[in-house]
């Protein structure tokens, strides 16, 4: 990869361990490395489709009725759930009943509904195919990107021009220092709290006989890519294109 440091005006973002850069002038951010490597397998799920996404909203941490699956949301969740678990056979044969059985097949979820629904569908498959009840996990630092004072909010339904405008931004340059104002995250906040949360999963398994599956969000699942140097979030030299390249829903992706 070349020089980004002198290809553009970068700096290293702060608590990144050097491995992500941002160009002070637009905002844009460069990946060098991973960040944090993982110490187990772990797949990530962006939740089935709302109603708000078809409307574009900003979802944030709103729970609300527009933020819950639709019905297409829960068929692609259940057909997620049908795939995934027919690849996991695949993928690892006799050992996933093992696994099932001793608990060590992981499902993390954010504690938004919307996640927790996807992530229940998949349970609730196992379940019908092997008789095991998995646990749900409740992980905090899985949920959505904050967009603050707009969470919940489409395009034309926000009142101040000056956040209209940073939507914008946002949306079509790849600006990852955006924050709202201050009442929300930036993308780079996102990618700091992705990397916290791999660092408590390496430290809790480590060493250990585990497959982990993790129902997020569209931008948090890409902060989880780019820490884990995701080439495929890269565009042109080296820049992370978060907006470009979100998962789709019900998408799995393997870290």
Same mark, same amino acid.
């Given at each position: 990869?070349?020089?980004? +440091? ?19 002038? !637009? ?11 993982? +110490? ?8 089935? *489709?709302?109603?708000? @996404? ?8 709103? @729970?609300?009725? *527009? ?21 996991? *056979? ?5 050992? $996933?009943? &093992? ?7 992981? /499902? ?19 379940? &019908?195919?092997?008789?095991?009840? $998995? ?5 905090? %630092? $899985?949920? *959505? ?5 707009? %969470?919940?909010?489409? $395009?034309? &339904? ?6 209209? %405008? ?5 949306? !079509? ?18 990618? /700091? ?14 060493? #250990? %006989? ?17 820490? !884990?140097?995701? #080439? ?7 820049? /992370?294109?978060?907006?470009? @390249? /979100? ?9």
């Amino acid at each position: 990869m070349q020089d980004l +440091e002198t290809d553009c005006d970068c700096v290293p973002v702060p608590n990144l361990n050097g491995q992500i850069l941002s160009d002070k002038k !637009t905002g844009q951010i460069f990946m060098k490395g991973p960040v944090v490597h993982l +110490e187990f397998p772990m797949v990530i799920v962006r939740h089935g *489709e709302t109603n708000g @996404n078809r409307r574009r909203v900003l979802h944030g941490l709103i @729970n609300g009725p *527009e933020n819950q699956l639709n019905e297409t949301g829960k068929d692609q969740a259940r057909q997620l759930a049908m795939n995934l678990f027919a690849e996991l *056979e695949r993928t690892l044969g006799p050992r $996933l009943a &093992e696994l099932t059985r001793s608990g060590n097949l992981v /499902i993390l979820t954010s504690p938004l509904k919307r996640a927790r629904d996807t992530a229940q569908l998949f349970i609730d498959h196992v379940e &019908e195919k092997t008789g095991l009840l $998995l646990e749900l996990q409740v992980q905090e %630092d $899985l949920r *959505e990107i904050s967009f603050g004072k707009i %969470d919940g909010l489409a $395009l034309d &339904e926000i009142e101040d021009q000056d956040l209209k %405008d940073l939507v914008i931004k946002y949306r !079509t340059t790849q600006d990852a220092t955006i924050n709202w104002q201050g009442t929300g995250e930036s993308f780079v906040d996102t990618l /700091i709290r992705a990397k916290r949360l791999l660092q408590t999963l390496n430290k809790r398994y480590q060493g #250990k %006989d585990v497959v982990v599956i993790s129902f997020t969000h569209g931008t948090f699942g890409s902060s989880l890519r780019g820490v !884990t140097g995701d #080439k495929g979030l890269v565009k042109g030299p080296g820049m /992370i294109a978060f907006r470009d @390249n /979100i998962l789709g829903c019900c998408v799995p992706h393997w870290l």
